[in-house]
């Protein structure tokens, strides 16, 4: 996707509307999480499709379902987040946790697809090779999306951008688009960038935020940029560690991430929150997000 660096997407906007929430938990159904948004003054939200650390997960009624799209739809909520468990592993040296995690990818891609299009995408972490190497690791990633991904998917299924910590996949914008660019659906994938990730990853969002979606656009395609994971780190830049902060209390600051929020290429997406918090404390930070400085 090719666009010249002074297009209107790099363009800051003091007043604007964002689309901002958190993640929220599924356990007292769908309905009641998306009540729990309105409340905290979020227009998007953030789920587990199973529990994080494996096991099944809550399988909501179809008119759960329709509910909560209903209240999407009626607050201009942007698309919500699905997000995969922790424990899938779709590139390990174990051909048993690949076919867990291919089995759970189609199993969440199937509920999903009980949404209307438009209204949720689907995001896992590409997983870590287990010493096999990054190129193997990529490998894996790409025939197990191959395997998994069918015509009839609607949900877009975004792989996160990751700290690079380890053995992990996807901590450089050339590993996604080497995914991406092996998947033959490719029109089904796109990326949900974290900050919290990239910063850690050596993406300077502090100083130059413009230069990384530029950098981004080039390699991947701003096309595939459908959602944002909205953290603070707790480590210094380019520390290769996975360590969230609430918003303002670490090393990207507030005003990096509230002045990359503005940028027109992110201002329309779903800003997600995962920083270290309760409910009382996500609303506080929608709420300064949505006031500014």
């Avoid at 007292?28 to 096991?55: E, S």
Wanted: charged share 20%; proline share 4%; hydrophobic share 40%.
């Amino acid at each position: 996707m090719d666009r010249p660096l002074s297009s209107p997407i790099f363009i800051f906007h003091g007043n604007f509307n964002m689309h901002i929430g958190c993640h929220l938990s599924t356990s007292g159904g769908y309905v009641a999480m998306g009540n729990t948004a309105l409340k905290l003054g979020a227009d998007t939200l953030q789920f587990f499709t199973r529990n994080p650390r494996g096991g099944d997960g809550r399988i909501p009624s179809d008119e759960e379902i329709s509910s909560l799209v209903q209240i999407m739809r009626e607050h201009s909520f942007a698309p919500a987040v699905a997000h995969a468990s922790y424990t899938l592993n779709i590139c390990s040296a174990t051909p048993a946790t690949r076919e867990f995690a291919k089995r759970t990818m189609r199993s969440d891609l199937e509920l999903l697809n009980r949404f209307p299009a438009g209204t949720v995408v689907y995001n896992f972490h590409p997983g870590s090779h287990t010493g096999q190497g990054i190129e193997e690791g990529i490998r894996l990633i790409v025939e197990g999306l191959n395997e998994v991904l069918t015509e009839e998917i609607h949900t877009p299924v975004l792989l996160e951008t990751m700290s690079g910590k380890g053995s992990e996949v996807g901590g450089r914008f050339e590993e996604l688009a080497e995914i991406i660019a092996g998947v033959r659906l490719q029109e089904k994938m796109g990326v949900c960038l974290d900050t919290c990730h990239i910063f850690s990853a050596g993406y300077d969002l502090v100083n130059s935020p413009e230069d990384v979606l530029a950098e981004f656009d080039r390699i991947i395609g701003l096309n595939r940029l459908h959602a944002v994971h909205l953290n603070d780190s707790m480590t210094p830049f380019s520390s290769k560690k996975d360590r969230h902060e609430k918003l303002g209390a670490g090393s990207l600051g507030f005003e990096a991430l509230w002045n990359f929020a503005r940028l027109d290429a992110v201002r329309e997406l779903p800003l997600v929150l995962e920083t270290p918090n309760e409910l009382d404390g996500y609303a506080a930070e929608i709420a300064r997000m949505r006031a500014g400085l």
